[in-house]
């Protein structure tokens, strides 16, 4: 029997809407894609592991060496530090009797030169001065002329670096008393002081400078202040030469 018109027109529509809701109906989004989403987002926010890595420390203070070319060198890391400043405090732990340091000693006078582009002394270098070398400088250049054969980074009494070329630097000690930098009481720190003033004969010798001196030890001063004065340099070689103790610095300056 024939299906009456309005309930045949009824179910086609019906059909229809069913139809129309199937085709429009969109996937649930993910949870996992919001996660992955947020965390792309985070890690582009973030800086990466390589930017975040720390900065070599500053080095700390060396008193060893490590034998390289026939000299004995502290690291060029902390040479550079060392030669970006004046360190006299250091310069007499290093020259002290028994240090493993490697000496040197000029063969002619020359200008004080600093290649490292740091501090260095007014005074020329002297012929038979005691130097450490802290560092060896080669010709990378591969032409052999004057001056291009390389040469040393030296640290002096006085605490201050210089450079030297191959040809101004012997490692023979001489026949006489080795001459050194003049070394002034002012430059060393207040321990470094004390430990000198352990020893008699310094003790009688600055005294001799404070009261002839007066403060000053430079410009216009007397003849008996500048002799009181190179006698105190005199005798705080000697008495690091002799094996006197000294502290090692802290810090570089």
Known sequence: MPMPRTTSHVLVTLALAAAACAGSTEPAESPKGDAASTATS??????????KAPEPATPT???TCEQKDNVCLPPPA????LCANVNPDLALVYFKQGSPFTRGYLTRNTDAWNASGGASSQ?????DEEVIVVAVRKNTTGIEVSGASGGYDVIRWDGSCASLSGEELTFK???GKAKHAKLEWKSFSDESQAALLTDAAIAKI???????CKGVSMGDVSKKCVTAVDKLSESIAAF????????VPKALK
Not at 78 to 81: A, E, G, I, L, S
Not at 123 to 127: E, M
């Open 61 to 63: 203070v060396v008193t």
């Open 240 to 247: 690091v030469k002799g094996g006197g103790e000294v502290p």
């Open 206 to 212: 600055n005294k001799e400078r404070r009261d002839e």
């Open 123 to 127: 005074d020329k270098l002297v012929f």
């Open 173 to 175: 000690a001489p026949p």
């Open 42 to 51: 985070d890690a582009s926010a973030e800086p990466s592991a390589a930017s």
């Open 78 to 81: 902390f040479v550079k530090k």
